[in-house]
């Protein structure tokens, strides 16, 4: 695997949630991952990523953030995010410049 960062779009879904209580799990997963080793950048998607008809508070889309992690460290912050979020919908976009996926 190239020691080149990953880009990761992460979405978190819950229907019995209203949209502010999503984006408050939202915030407290962000600053969760902004304290991992290895996280180069993180923070909420911009309203401006928009897909049309998405939800968004204060400018930022409901449930949705991006991080940006070297790679070695991914791995475990797959794992962290699996055991704190065992049993709730989440998807996870991964991206890397070194190989396009």
Known sequence: MSLENIQL????????LTPERLQTDTRTILSEIEKFDGVQNADLMPIEKAKPGAKSIGGFLVGILTAEINAKNLKALVGYLGDRLYGKAIKMKIKSKGNGQ
């Open 9 to 16: 779009t992460i979405t978190l879904s819950d229907p019995k």
